[in-house]
Nanobody, 124 residues
Framework: VQLRESGGGLVQAGGSLRLSCAASGRTLSSYVMAWFRQAPGKERESVAVISWNGGKTTYADSVKGRFTISRDNAENAVYLQMNNLKPEDTAIYYC??????????????????WGQGTQVTVSS
């Protein structure tokens, strides 16, 4: 399976971005999808995770109320709407998937398939 992120860029604090992750090579409609991020000098961390049908989600405390994860299984895609962005949100954002399993895992080592990442930079 191949994952490709898009939608990153430079935005001022308080602005919004919508990241997209398109999958190919396999239908991901039955699998958990997640967004992670990694800032320079920091470990990769979970941002948001969504169940196979979108019925369950989980978010990092730092993004709750500002970010929304969603998916379109017909399009084999997952999205991350990011509002009220802060400078500390600056990072490379990655989408990932894990199968089999339906748990909303937040540890990076639980995910076997990753995209190449998209840079998000938030200026103050």
């Amino acid at each position: 399976v191949q994952l490709r992120e898009s939608g990153g860029g430079l935005v001022q604090a308080g602005g919004s971005l919508r990241l997209s992750c398109a999958a190919s090579g396999r239908t991901l409609s039955s699998y958990v999808m997640a967004w992670f991020r990694q800032a320079p000098g920091k470990e990769r961390e979970s941002v948001a995770v969504i169940s196979w049908n979108g019925g369950k989600t989980t978010y990092a405390d730092s993004v709750k109320g500002r970010f929304t994860i969603s998916r379109d299984n017909a399009e084999n895609a997952v999205y991350l709407q990011m509002n009220n962005l802060k400078p500390e949100d600056t990072a490379i954002y990655y989408c990932a998937t894990r199968f089999p399993g339906h748990e909303l895992e937040t540890r990076p080592d639980e995910y076997a398939y990753w995209g190449q990442g998209t840079q998000v930079t938030v200026s103050s």
